[in-house]
């Protein structure tokens, strides 16, 4: 129903800091929430942030205080604001849109926190 485009990953030191960036384009109207999923080789994938509609956000416990999510609607984009990053992070990112009949996800974007 949409498409996802993610951006921005990359290797970064502990410490470090990354922005990642969700282009969608398609039948957006429908949307219930935007996420953001993480999953590390041998895991199953996890949500981190999501933002809905109404730009209630939530976190996962291991990110709270450190990510925030967020979106500009005139660009049709998200984003998400990872700081103080550990290597604990490290993950392939992946967009997700929600919508009441089910999701899609985008491609994914590797981030990988090493010194």
């Known amino acids: 129903q949409v498409q996802l485009v993610e951006s921005g990953g990359g290797l970064v030191q502990p410490g470090g800091s990354l922005r990642l960036s969700c282009a969608t384009s398609?039948?957006?109207?429908?949307?219930?929430?935007m996420g953001w999923y993480r999953q590390a080789p041998g895991k199953r994938r996890t949500l981190v942030a999501r933002?809905?509609?109404?730009?209630?956000?939530n976190y996962a416990d291991p990110v709270k205080g450190r990510f925030t999510i967020s979106r500009d609607n005139a660009k049709n984009m998200v984003y998400l604001q990872m700081n103080s990053l550990k290597p604990e992070d490290t993950a392939v990112y992946y967009c997700?849109?929600?919508?009441?009949?089910?999701?899609?996800w985008g491609q994914g974007t590797q981030v990988t926190v090493s010194s």
């Open positions: 997700n849109a929600q919508f009441n009949s089910g999701f899609d």
């Open positions: 398609g039948s957006m109207f429908s949307i219930v929430a």
């Open positions: 933002i809905t509609s109404v730009a209630t956000t």
